[in-house]
């Protein structure tokens, strides 16, 4: 290999587009975020990987993540992106920074007085 090696983050970096409008619109308008770097490959726990298809840059990662403890009630999980695909609620892009480091939102789950037998 010549030259310097390239830090991962800039090989590793995609542009999260919008379904429809992704790339017809300014970047200007927040439909399309990034670059953001996915961490990992096809045999890390994150399995991310980035790819041509058909002539065009296609990724896939997980973009729903979630934990749990079965001793337990509730679950912890995370969401690429946000829980809203309307661009300008302010929970279209508010999960992202969490996802990107690994961080988890605590979900109350029921319990156990809750289930439907009642036992």
Not at 91 to 117: A, F, I
Request: aromatic residues 10%.
């Amino acid at each position: 290999m010549t030259g310097r090696p390239v830090p991962w983050g800039r090989r590793r970096g995609v542009v999260m587009s919008h379904m429809l409008l992704g790339g017809k619109l300014p970047r200007l308008a927040g439909f399309d975020r990034g670059p953001v770097t996915l961490a990992g490959g096809r045999a890390t726990p994150h399995q991310a990987q980035i790819y041509r298809s058909a002539g065009r840059l296609t990724t896939f990662a997980p973009s729903f993540r979630m934990v749990t403890d079965f001793a337990e009630t509730g679950w912890q999980s995370c969401l690429a992106g946000g829980p809203s695909d309307r661009r300008f609620s302010r929970w279209y892009y508010s999960g992202m920074d969490g996802w990107l480091h690994g961080r988890y939102n605590r979900l109350p789950g029921q319990g156990k007085d809750s289930s439907p037998s009642g036992s």
